[in-house]
């Protein structure tokens, strides 16, 4: 088992990726993440999914000289569609969406974040098959899904398409911080039973924070 900072995510994917990947980035933001990688690995192709406008055009101008990037207006889900979206924001900045929106009703992160979820908005969904059929995309080096809580949901709904992925990198959580939020050893186990193993996480333990990032390789690479 890798534990590996956080800070130096990218870092220790670079290990596991060709010098070319095709990166699928779920709940890109407003690019920082984004950009990191396309300095990592200058002839990657980035795939970024922001669902929600305000961001998503933040996203754009902060990612828009980069060729190799292209943005999604989607969030990424296990159904094509729409559904509720919940915003969340600092108390010390009303208005502006913050990192932890979610299609899920937030519930114990309430408890241990100062983030409030003043405002609701309806998004566009899809699935990660069908995004995939729709662009002719057949393979995926790395998927990034930090979904806040929505990561098992859209997996679940790939499993035809989880052979064509090498590696995951999936936010997970110890305590239920989103209504209906399985924890990670509940993302674990499923990973484990559909051909993946947990080679990777950014915490040693559960009790410094409420959540962190486990990383998953298609277990026929090993």
């Not at 994917?13 to 407003?30: C, R, W, Y």
């Not at 932890?100 to 699935?127: G, M, Q, W, Y």
Request: charged residues 15%.
């Amino acid at each position: 088992m890798i534990i590996f900072n956080s800070h130096k995510t990218i870092e220790t994917l670079t290990q596991f990726l060709p010098k070319n990947p095709i990166i699928v980035e779920a709940g890109a933001f407003d690019g920082k993440d984004t950009q990191k990688m396309a300095h990592q690995w200058p002839h990657c192709t980035i795939h970024a999914f922001e669902p929600l406008p305000e961001i998503f055009t933040r996203l754009h101008a902060n990612t828009q000289h980069l060729p190799n990037i292209h943005r999604h207006p989607y969030a990424l889900s296990n159904k094509n569609g729409q559904e509720l979206f919940y915003i969340s924001e600092k108390p010390t900045k009303p208005g502006i969406a913050s990192q932890a929106n979610s299609l899920h009703a937030p519930k114990d992160r309430l408890k241990v974040s100062p983030l409030i979820f003043p405002r609701t908005t309806i998004v566009e969904t899809i699935t990660l098959t069908t995004w995939a059929q729709n662009h002719h995309i057949t393979h995926i080096d790395l998927l990034w899904l930090d979904t806040q809580g929505h990561e098992l949901s859209i997996l679940q709904a790939a499993q035809d398409f989880l052979p064509s992925i090498d590696l995951i990198l999936a936010e997970v959580s110890f305590i239920e911080s989103y209504h209906n939020q399985p924890l990670y050893t509940d993302v674990v186990a499923w990973m484990e039973q559909h051909g993946f193993t947990h080679i990777g996480r950014d915490f040693t333990d559960q009790t410094t924070s409420f959540f962190g990032n486990a990383l998953f390789r298609r277990s026929a690479l090993l």
